[in-house]
């Protein structure tokens, strides 16, 4: 069973920084994009960032260009998402997700309908 497993989430004021870790089991990211995505409390899961299993492409909600970067380190299976510049509105439980790609793949999406597979989330609380 594919296994992905969120961290890094916490609690910092705004204008701080975390740094989310998606650590994926199981299989590997060289045939996967990952995705992350958000859902703050009575609002609906929308997509963050995401980057192709080529790690050549990536995407940004337009609320979060500028501030967050995601990354991947193929040799740790591994996916970041440095968030900067944080706000009291990126409060959220953050979730990693996958998608099968081929390998080499640029596409990725921030579409929750193309997703096939879900972490159980990591909260982050931006608060002072």
């Known amino acids: 069973q594919l296994q992905l497993v969120e961290s890094g989430g916490g609690w910092v004021q705004p204008g701080g920084s975390l740094r989310l870790s998606c650590a994926a089991s199981?299989?590997?990211?060289?045939?996967?994009?990952i995705g992350w995505f958000r859902q703050a409390p009575g609002k609906e899961r929308e997509g963050v960032s995401c980057?192709?299993?080529?790690?050549?492409?990536?995407d940004y909600a337009d609320s979060v260009k500028g501030r967050f970067t995601i990354s991947k380190d193929n040799a740790k299976n591994t996916v970041y998402l440095q968030m900067n510049s944080l706000k009291p509105e990126d409060a959220a439980v953050y979730y990693c997700?996958?998608?099968?790609?081929?390998?080499?793949?640029?596409?990725?999406?921030?579409?929750?309908?193309?997703?096939?597979?879900w972490g159980k989330g990591t909260l982050v609380t931006v608060s002072s």
């Open positions: 199981r299989f590997t990211l060289d045939y996967y994009a």
């Open positions: 980057i192709s299993s080529s790690g050549g492409s990536t």
């Open positions: 997700a996958a998608t099968r790609y081929d390998w080499g793949s640029q596409v990725c999406g921030l579409s929750i309908s193309v997703v096939q597979y």
